[in-house]
């Protein structure tokens, strides 16, 4: 790990691969509350952490082609929006998640003629912003049924796993995105398995959690009869410092 630059990043808002439409970053955030919980005999404040939040904010440039920017954003969806920032294109690199609402779709037009809107994004579903790491080569195409290289996560873990898929294209058929484990990176399992995505439903995006141990290697496999599934992968394991445990 070193310091990096914020180029040749990717942004995937549920499914719609962002990328070349997103200029910044407005905010990425997990606020904490802290609960005044100072006593009558205390003579200094005490405090304790409450819940945690969320946030995700991005300017982009207006776009009207089709699954661009406008397509996606202009909607303004009551339902939950899986926002997904990775931070490059090589398997392993940090990304930021959020499930959530999006608040707004603000346009502003530059004294130079730009056209630019606002998207603010809050976390909505009981999660805060999730930092994970990408198992896929940030967007990865499988022409049809693959398996791609492993992560090496450095050992086995034993507090749960967040797997965030973005599929943003099916040229035709339906695709089954699984996740998969090792404890030697030679005999692989299946531990998650996202629901079937048809052409006709990408761009699309979903969150599934599991519990217990997760071995050392994770992997990305593609089932079923289909061609060009465009997808990006971003996995976090669980800690015991989590907010809310993904182990029962």
């Given amino acids: 790990m070193a310091k990096k630059s914020g180029l040749g990043q990717q942004i995937?808002?549920?499914g719609y691969d962002l990328s070349g439409d997103v200029a910044t970053i407005e905010n990425a955030g997990s606020p904490r509350e802290l609960l005044e919980v100072t006593a009558l005999n205390a003579s200094a404040h005490e405090r304790v952490m409450g819940r945690s939040d969320g946030n995700l904010a991005v300017s982009s440039w207006f776009n009207d082609e089709a699954e661009r920017e406008h397509a996606a954003l202009k909607g303004l969806p009551t339902t939950d929006r899986?926002?997904?920032w990775a931070f490059g294109a090589t398997r392993?690199?940090?990304a930021a998640c959020l499930v959530g609402k999006q608040l707004n779709y603000d346009a502003s037009r530059g004294t130079d003629g730009s056209l630019a809107f606002t998207i603010d994004t809050q976390a909505a579903s009981g999660e805060p912003l999730e930092w994970g790491n990408t198992l896929t080569t940030g967007k990865e195409t499988h022409s049809s049924a693959a398996v791609s290289d492993s992560r090496d996560d450095g050992a086995t873990t034993g507090y749960g796993l967040v797997g965030?898929?973005?599929v943003t294209d099916v040229?035709?058929?339906?695709?089954?995105?699984?996740i998969q484990q090792s404890a030697d990176n030679?005999?692989?399992a299946n531990i998650l398995g996202f629901v079937a995505v048809s052409a006709a439903?990408?761009?699309?995006?979903?969150?599934?959690?599991?519990s217990g141990a997760i071995l050392r290697y994770l992997r990305v496999s593609t089932t079923g009869t289909f061609s060009n599934c465009d997808f990006c992968m971003v996995t976090r394991r669980g800690t015991l410092q989590d907010d809310v445990s993904l182990n029962p």
């Fill in 92 to 94: 392993g690199d940090v």
């Fill in 164 to 166: 965030i898929l973005s």
């Fill in 171 to 178: 040229d035709s058929g339906t695709v089954t995105v699984n």
């Fill in 12 to 14: 995937f808002v549920h």
């Fill in 201 to 210: 439903a990408a761009p699309t995006a979903q969150r599934l959690t599991l």
């Fill in 186 to 188: 030679v005999t692989f």
């Fill in 82 to 84: 899986i926002v997904m």
